[in-house]
């Protein structure tokens, strides 16, 4: 692992990933902060502000940024998580300096136009409709406003329409220049790079940049609750969580572990037991959810709304079997599927600069392979079934899109983990 780490004296961080042996790079700009630092009333400006930051700045319009990066046959983008906004870029590595040159343009010169505003607005309300139509994404969000009710990390990234039309220019700037600080960002880059190069570029576009960070958010308390939307289609969409982890618990590398065993893959327990065996769906997994300072760890299923509760009720039984203690085939079968994950994601150099990016946001510092993988070796069948003890402890959040009005509701799904 070939990581170099420079801090400017604003604060921004620099970091690179050299690889040998590629011709090109993978570099953005990650930002400590996402939809979780908005108000109730100001939902979704942190993505609607993503968006902006592509249409127009005072040297560029949006149709000069689209076609300088593609005159070079690179590819930029942005996405927006609860804790994390990213501007991305990956190009050939003579183009580096023209990448980052637009990274900032876009990020300390945008503009806002009140035209481009307004045709934005619209576009985004056609990515809220887009999700509207599509069961999974409202399970999912009625799912994490069940677990998180009244609070940031419980609201949809994109925002309720309501705010996307009428949310005030304003706002965009005051959520950029208060919370994109230099203390709370990142330039990542990975492949075909130069530190010394990459961090005398950075101190000329960025070192001008007044110093700060990001201010704190509102904690995040995982509470559990029930959102049931009953409406007529084909297929019934549920989703079923419990506490998890966060990132800097020591039990994280144990619920991934778990994740993997329990509903990772074809030969987990969720997908043999559920699909396999009883034919009661067609698609079921398990995922955990991580933040700062909470987490989940859940499943999905998408089945017809007559074997949803049976699907459930299975799924929670396998979870109090895990809890007792997972046989050792399966344990080295999950360990041995996240090694392997570990390894392929480093032969992307995206995968790489994100990574690199995200462990000094949220841990301070670079992880190398070598000590994550040491720490998923160090997870035993001990502490496989501690989690799952500890998740089926804990408050249950379960959400369903669909026919289901026959399902069982959170509190008797409760009293299956407790019988």
Known sequence: MTVDVTRLKNGLTIATDRINGVESAALGVWVGTGARAETAATNGVAHLLEH?????????????????????GGHL??????????????????????????????????????VELDREREVILQEIGQAADTPEDVAHDAFQA??????????????????????????IVDYM?????????????????DHGQL???????????APGHAPETE?????????????????????????GPHFGAADYYAGHVLSALYGGGMSSRLFQEIREKRGLCYSIYSFMSSMSDSGMFGIYAGTDGTQAGQALRVAIDELKSVANGPTKAETDRAKAQLRASILMSRESTSTRAEQLAQQLIIHGRPVTPEEVRAKVDDVDRT??????????SGPATLSLVGPVENVPNVEALKDQIAA
């Open 177 to 193: 220049s208060s919370h994109y600080k230099p203390g709370s960002m990142v330039l990542s880059a990975a492949g075909a790079v």
């Open 146 to 171: 069940a677990a998180y009710p009244a609070q940031p990390v419980g609201r949809p990234i994109l925002g309720a329409p309501e705010i996307i039309r009428t949310i005030p220019r304003a706002a």
């Open 77 to 114: 983008n942005a996405y927006t998580s609860k804790e994390i906004t990213a501007y991305y870029a990956r190009v050939l590595k003579e183009d580096i300096s023209l990448a980052l040159d637009i990274l900032a343009d876009i990020l300390k010169n945008s503009v806002f136009d009140s």
């Open 383 to 392: 502490a496989i079934a501690s989690i799952a003890g500890k998740a089926l």
């Open 52 to 72: 902006m930051a592509f249409k127009g700045t005072n040297r560029r319009s949006a149709a000069d940024i689209a076609a300088e990066i593609e005159d070079v």
């Open 219 to 243: 904690p995040a308390v995982y509470r559990g609750g029930e959102e049931r939307i009953i409406k007529p289609s084909e297929q019934a969409h549920v989703f079923f969580g419990l506490p």
């Open 199 to 209: 961090v005398a570029l950075a101190e000329n576009l960025f070192g001008d940049i």
